[in-house]
């Protein structure tokens, strides 16, 4: 693959969280299909993320490089796209696929080639003040990656929502967390994977086409594999009207979305205490 038909990505005046979280985003990118080559400065990048502070080094004539801008004022109307802080996993990753999408689109007219889509390239994020983190080239397939990552976690969830946002997300919580996931996006297919899959947790959105998520749980509990498996429904409705609805359904807790990071974390460690208890007692009773 021809660096002139990958996307090389720099970042400039950024702190090393912020390093932290667009690295953790890119690596779902490149495991998805993402074409990048190592850039070693803003001249040779085709994508710059840059501070509101180093606004200045933004050329205005450069047509070909796509600049995506963080910034402290919600009003910032700098480069090409813009996100503020604090960065949500969430917020950068919708607004680093239309920066990437702009990008691609930018390099394909200039050398009128296709970026492929399913070649995984090295991916690298420069930062300026430190030593680049390299994300090395992945030659296993999807199904290998998937058996090896499950084997790694303490951990297997499923994720059943019908937004690609909320699943990426998750995904991401989940892995900090030693954490693998599996998705469907209904309930309906949800149903199916169970008869195939014990998972330990199962996060579930209410509001789903076909049957929701209160008739999808109500479903789960009558397995006998899952009734006793923590179920986290996922809602934007914030009423206790629609908590009683998850409690009469079978749901262990409730989250509302979007789904605050430090909220998330702070119910899987209480999930993921109690699984490890769980099972530690089924064991000595054994």
């Not at 690596?27 to 998805?32: G, M």
Request: hydrophobic share 35%; charged share 25%.
């Amino acid at each position: 693959m021809s660096i002139e038909n990958s996307i090389g990505i720099y970042t400039v005046g950024l702190d090393p969280k912020e390093i932290a979280v667009f690295n953790r985003v890119i690596a779902f990118s490149v495991t998805h299909g993402l074409v990048q080559h190592e850039s070693t400065s803003a001249d040779s990048a085709n994508l710059i993320i840059l501070s509101e502070s180093e606004s200045a080094s933004i050329s205005k004539n450069d047509e070909n490089t796509v600049h995506l801008v963080i910034s402290n004022d919600v009003n910032c109307k700098l480069g090409d796209f813009q996100t503020t802080r604090p960065l949500l996993i969430t917020r950068v990753m919708k607004t680093l696929q239309q920066a990437i999408d702009l990008t691609a689109l930018k390099i394909e007219l200039k050398n009128n080639t296709p970026i492929k889509k399913d070649i995984i390239q090295p991916a690298i994020i420069e930062n300026t003040s430190s030593k680049p983190t390299v994300i090395e080239k992945s030659t296993q397939t999807h199904e290998e990656l998937s058996t090896q990552e499950t084997a790694q976690y303490n951990h297997h969830a499923l994720v059943i929502d019908d937004s690609a946002a909320i699943r990426k997300q998750l995904e991401l919580e989940l892995r900090d967390a030693n954490i693998s996931a599996d998705f469907a996006e209904s309930g309906e297919q949800a149903l199916e994977m169970i008869k195939e899959t014990q998972y330990d947790l199962v996060f579930l959105d209410i509001i789903m086409p076909g049957i929701d998520g209160y008739e999808t749980c109500k479903r789960m509990r009558d397995i006998t594999d899952y009734k006793k498996t923590p179920i986290i429904m996922l809602s934007g409705k914030t009423s206790p009207l629609d908590e009683v609805q998850g409690v009469i359904a079978g749901a262990t807790t409730y989250l509302t979305k979007p789904v605050k990071s430090d909220k998330l974390q702070e119910t899987l460690n209480r999930v993921t205490t109690w699984l490890e208890n769980f099972n530690t007692a089924v064991k000595e009773t054994a």
